[in-house]
T-cell receptor, first 115, second 113 residues
Framework: SQQGEEDPQALSIQEGENATMNCSYKTSINNLQWYRQNSGRGLVHLIL?????REKHSGRLRVTLDTSKKSSSLLITASRAADTASYFCATDAGGSGGSNYKLTFGKGTLLTVNP | NAGVMQNPRHLVRRRGQEARLRCSPM?????VYWYRQLPEEGLKFMVY????????ESGMPKERFSAEFPKEGPSILRIQQVVRGDSAAYFCASSSGGPRAQYFGPGTRLLVL
């Protein structure tokens, strides 16, 4: 598997439900970032969590980071149809002495929120 | 409060032509990154530039591709003699440097006929 690999590949839920997406990575990191991409559009930065942080909140988003398991999760609470998009996690490799700017993306989780 | 600007948004070229993609970073950012996204794939790093310097071009093909970020004006990603395999979405991101959030532009979708 590649650095920054999301799971599941696709997720379909009803409006109002919570959505949880996971990301696993291989090397030590400085930080992990989550992005959203609507179909055919650019990436929107959602949240950055540093390697010394365990949890971070932003509005309806909650991100956790477990560096011992090299994994992160993104929780979207009370989902809306407008949350329908692909969600990507991106990691740098700065924590292992590598670059702290070269982000590695997974293939993303396609979230569909049905009204 | 303009974000990262990219133009054109869509570009169609015939095989053998040149493609020139432009990126203006967010105000206050002097670090620019180019990524390529193939269909159904995540983004792949191509090159990292600061003003007048290429810092890391390890993700960029050695031939036909070049990038610059002049002292004045936008960053340019140039693809010479395009081939069908160059068809992709090219995204530019900017940051204030180091391990900080990168903010992405809307992308340029290149189609090579």
């Amino acid at each position: 598997s590649q650095q920054g690999e999301e799971d599941p590949q696709a997720l379909s839920i009803q409006e109002g439900e919570n959505a949880t997406m996971n990301c696993s990575y291989k090397t030590s990191i400085n930080n992990l970032q989550w992005y959203r991409q609507n179909s055919g559009r650019g990436l929107v930065h959602l949240i950055l969590i540093r390697s010394n942080e365990r949890e971070k909140h932003s509005g309806r988003l909650r991100v956790t980071l477990d560096t011992s398991k090299k994994s992160s999760s993104l929780l979207i609470t009370a989902s809306r149809a407008a949350d329908t998009a692909s969600y990507f996690c991106a990691t740098d490799a700065g924590g292992s002495g590598g670059s702290n700017y070269k982000l590695t993306f997974g293939k993303g989780t396609l979230l569909t929120v049905n009204p | 409060n303009a974000g990262v600007m990219q133009n054109p948004r869509h570009l169609v070229r015939r095989r053998g032509q040149e493609a020139r993609l432009r990126c203006s970073p967010m105000k206050g950012h002097s670090h620019v990154y180019w990524y390529r996204q193939l269909p159904e794939e995540g983004l792949k790093f191509m090159v990292y530039l600061q003003k007048e310097n290429i810092i890391d071009e390890s993700g960029m093909p050695k031939e036909r591709f070049s990038a610059e970020f002049p002292k004045e004006g936008p960053s340019i990603l140039r693809i010479q003699q395009v081939v069908r395999g160059d068809s992709a979405a090219y995204f530019c991101a900017s940051s204030s440097g180091g391990p900080r959030a990168q903010y992405f532009g809307p992308g340029t979708r290149l189609l090579v006929l």
